[in-house]
C-alpha cells in the first residue's frame, strides 16, 4: 500500500502555489506509506539540463562539487544545494560525462532533465517535504509518493518517484509479478533498472517505448500488455502527466478537474483541500484506461 499525488495546473497564476498544493496532498497520504517520500517538481527550464543528485554526507561530498565538475567538462555548471540533493545546471550534451563523474565520487543521480528536480529520502512526507522546501517551489506540475515497502528495502534509492529519462518520472502503487523477466528484457535494450524496486522496471519499460517513438500515450497503453500484476502507475514529463491502472483496479485511485488544474489522489482526502474542488468534476480512473494531459 502507498500513497500517489498529482497535480497539473492549467492556470499560470497557480505556479507559485504548486509545492504548497503538492505537499499538502501527500501529507494526507501518510498513512499509506509511511517508510520514505519524494516528489518531483516541473519548474522553469534550464539553459541546458538540470542534474539532481544526492548524498548520504553533503557537507563533504557537496563542498566544492560545481567547481570540480566545471573542470572535468570544461564548461559551466551552477549548483543549488538543498539538504541532502544538489541540482547542477549542466551543458545539454555533457549528460553522459556528468553521469560518470558523479558515479566516480559515489554519488546517486535522483533524475535529470530540463525542468524536472526531483527529491526524495527516507521519512515522513512531512519532514521530507520540510527538508527539501517543497512548499516553496514554484512550478506547472509535479507528481508525488509515499511509500509502505513490500518488496525491496527502504532505502533513497528505493523511494519513488523513479526517473530513467530525461524530464521523465514514475510513481507506483502496487505490485508487478514479472518484473524479472522484464528486468531482463529492458536489460538488452539498455534500459537497465538500477534497483531491485519493481517500479523502476515499470519506469524503464516507460522510457524504452518513448525511445522507440511511442507518445506518452502509446507507452502507458503498452503497460497494460506487457506489465503484469497490479498497479496505478502516474508519469511525469516535461509536458504531463499521465494515469493508467491495471484491468483489474484494485488499487484505489481518484481524478478531479477544473478550469485550473487536473488533479490525482489515491484518495479523494488527497483533493479535499484544493481550490474550487466543491465545483470540480471528480471520477475514478476506469480501469485498463489511459488519462493524460500536455501543455
Given at each position: 500500500?502507498?500513497?500517489?499525488?498529482?497535480?497539473?495546473?492549467?492556470?499560470?497564476?497557480?505556479?507559485?502555489?504548486?509545492?504548497?498544493?503538492?505537499?499538502?496532498?501527500?501529507?494526507?497520504?501518510?498513512?499509506?506509506?509511511?517508510?520514505?517520500?519524494?516528489?518531483?517538481?516541473?519548474?522553469?527550464e534550464a539553459e541546458g539540463l538540470k542534474m539532481t543528485v544526492q548524498s548520504d554526507t553533503p557537507e563533504t561530498a557537496f563542498d566544492g562539487l560545481d567547481g570540480a565538475l566545471e573542470a572535468a567538462l570544461g564548461r559551466k555548471v551552477t549548483m543549488k544545494v538543498v539538504d541532502t540533493h544538489a541540482v547542477l545546471t549542466?551543458?545539454?550534451?555533457?549528460?553522459?560525462?556528468?553521469?560518470?563523474?558523479?558515479?566516480a565520487r559515489g554519488l546517486r543521480v535522483m533524475g535529470v532533465g530540463s525542468a524536472m528536480e526531483i527529491f526524495k529520502e527516507i521519512g515522513l512526507p512531512k519532514d521530507?517535504?520540510?527538508?527539501?522546501?517543497?512548499?516553496?517551489?514554484?512550478?506547472?506540475?509535479?507528481?508525488?509518493?509515499?511509500?509502505m515497502a513490500t518488496e525491496s528495502a527502504v532505502t533513497t534509492m528505493g523511494a519513488h518517484?523513479?526517473?530513467?529519462?530525461?524530464?521523465?518520472?514514475?510513481?507506483?502503487?502496487?505490485?508487478?509479478?514479472?518484473?524479472?523477466?522484464?528486468?531482463r528484457v529492458l536489460t538488452q535494450?539498455?534500459?537497465?533498472?538500477?534497483?531491485?524496486?519493481?517500479?523502476?522496471?515499470?519506469?524503464?519499460?516507460?522510457?524504452?517505448?518513448?525511445?522507440?517513438?511511442?507518445?506518452?500515450?502509446?507507452?502507458?497503453?503498452?503497460?497494460?500488455?506487457?506489465l503484469d500484476g497490479f498497479f496505478t502507475f502516474v508519469?511525469?514529463?516535461?509536458?504531463?502527466?499521465?494515469?493508467?491502472?491495471?484491468?483489474?483496479?484494485c488499487k484505489p485511485a481518484v481524478m478531479a478537474e477544473t478550469e485550473d488544474y487536473v488533479a490525482f489522489g489515491s484518495e479523494y482526502r488527497a483533493l479535499a483541500n484544493l481550490p474550487g474542488i466543491e465545483a470540480a468534476r471528480v471520477w475514478e480512473p476506469e480501469p485498463a484506461t489511459v488519462y493524460f494531459w500536455e501543455r
Open positions: 500500500m502507498c500513497g500517489i499525488v498529482g497535480l497539473f495546473l492549467k492556470k499560470e497564476a497557480l505556479r507559485p502555489q504548486l509545492g504548497n498544493m503538492l505537499t499538502d496532498m501527500l501529507i494526507t497520504m501518510t498513512d499509506r506509506g509511511p517508510d520514505s517520500a519524494g516528489i518531483a517538481i516541473y519548474g522553469d549542466i551543458p545539454d550534451d555533457a549528460e553522459d560525462e556528468a553521469r560518470a563523474f558523479m558515479a521530507v517535504a520540510a527538508r527539501f522546501g517543497i512548499r516553496q517551489m514554484a512550478g506547472s506540475h509535479g507528481i508525488g509518493h509515499t511509500r518517484p523513479f526517473s530513467t529519462g530525461d524530464d521523465q518520472c514514475l510513481v507506483h502503487n502496487g505490485s508487478l509479478s514479472n518484473h524479472n523477466q522484464m528486468r535494450k539498455g534500459f537497465a533498472p538500477q534497483t531491485q524496486n519493481d517500479t523502476e522496471v515499470a519506469a524503464c519499460y516507460i522510457s524504452s517505448r518513448l525511445a522507440e517513438g511511442a507518445n506518452l500515450g502509446e507507452a502507458l497503453e503498452g503497460t497494460l500488455d506487457d508519469v511525469g514529463t516535461k509536458n504531463g502527466f499521465g494515469v493508467v491502472r491495471d484491468p483489474i483496479a
